[in-house]
């Protein structure tokens, strides 16, 4: 019933979905168990708290815990280049702070937290079951970057190359990676172009 809602949903850029399990059905089995617990005389003791407590936690319970369909994605030879009327030192230290609320984010998450290497001004990700560090964000020193440099960032989920000077600057995206969703039209590729150019270019282009 509720799948052409979606359908209208997904048709106008809004990315909703739903998983359909069958597996689902098997939880139906502890109905006349809570049929029972219920309707004994003591559930009806319990402070409203309570009642309303179990109510929250049964609600979100039932709620899907899958990510929607997508992939794990690298996309190369991007080549992607995007003009700003800025200096290419603005540039870098847009994308530093850009960076720096990421990493904000990133450690207000629940589970996740970044280190720090101070010498090497890198953001790592921290994970205790992988050997190598995913660099999740390099903080550069615009006051050392000359005209004539071609400054390459790289961290987990994107490579580009800095180029400009005191007037204009240029940021050649490389490549992309990342689990992209499948909702709506257009390839994977497109999409995660789309995803850069919205919380990156953009913010980049708006920062005063």
Do not use: C, W
């Given at each position: 019933m509720?799948?052409?809602?979606?359908?209208?949903?997904?048709h106008?850029?809004?990315?909703?979905?739903?998983?359909?399990?069958?597996?689902?059905?098997a939880?139906?089995?502890?109905?006349?168990?809570?049929?029972?617990?219920?309707?004994?005389?003591?559930?009806y003791?319990?402070?409203?708290i309570?009642?309303?407590?179990?109510?929250?936690?049964?609600?979100?319970?039932?709620?899907?815990?899958?990510?929607?369909?997508?992939?794990n994605?690298?996309?190369?030879n991007?080549?992607k280049?995007?003009?700003?009327?800025?200096?290419?030192?603005?540039?870098?230290?847009?994308?530093?702070?850009?960076?720096?609320?990421?990493?904000?984010?990133?450690?207000?998450?629940?589970?996740?937290?970044?280190?720090?290497?101070?010498?090497?001004?890198?953001?790592?990700?921290?994970d205790?079951?992988?050997?190598?560090?995913?660099?999740?964000?390099?903080?550069?020193?615009?006051?050392?970057?000359?005209?004539?440099?071609?400054?390459?960032?790289?961290?987990?989920?994107?490579?580009?190359?800095?180029?400009?000077?005191?007037a204009?600057?240029?940021?050649?995206?490389?490549?992309?990676k990342?689990?992209?969703?499948?909702?709506?039209?257009?390839?994977?590729?497109t999409?995660?172009?789309?995803?850069?150019?919205?919380?990156?270019?953009?913010?980049?282009?708006?920062?005063?």
């Amino acid at each position: 019933m509720v799948q052409p809602l979606i359908d209208a949903l997904n048709h106008i850029g809004l990315p909703v979905h739903r998983t359909i399990d069958y597996t689902d059905y098997a939880a139906l089995v502890i109905l006349p168990i809570s049929y029972y617990v219920f309707n004994r005389s003591v559930v009806y003791s319990l402070k409203p708290i309570f009642l309303n407590a179990i109510i929250i936690f049964s609600s979100l319970a039932f709620m899907a815990t899958e990510m929607p369909p997508g992939e794990n994605a690298k996309f190369t030879n991007l080549n992607k280049n995007y003009t700003f009327n800025f200096s290419k030192r603005d540039l870098i230290a847009k994308l530093n702070m850009l960076q720096l609320e990421y990493v904000h984010d990133i450690n207000n998450y629940p589970g996740e937290k970044v280190d720090f290497d101070s010498k090497e001004n890198i953001f790592y990700l921290r994970d205790k079951y992988k050997p190598n560090k995913d660099t999740i964000a390099v903080l550069l020193d615009y006051e050392k970057v000359k005209d004539a440099d071609t400054v390459r960032l790289r961290t987990l989920h994107a490579e580009m190359n800095i180029s400009g000077n005191d007037a204009t600057s240029n940021l050649k995206l490389l490549s992309l990676k990342g689990y992209i969703k499948k909702a709506g039209k257009g390839s994977y590729e497109t999409k995660a172009i789309n995803y850069f150019e919205k919380y990156v270019i953009k913010r980049l282009k708006d920062y005063k």
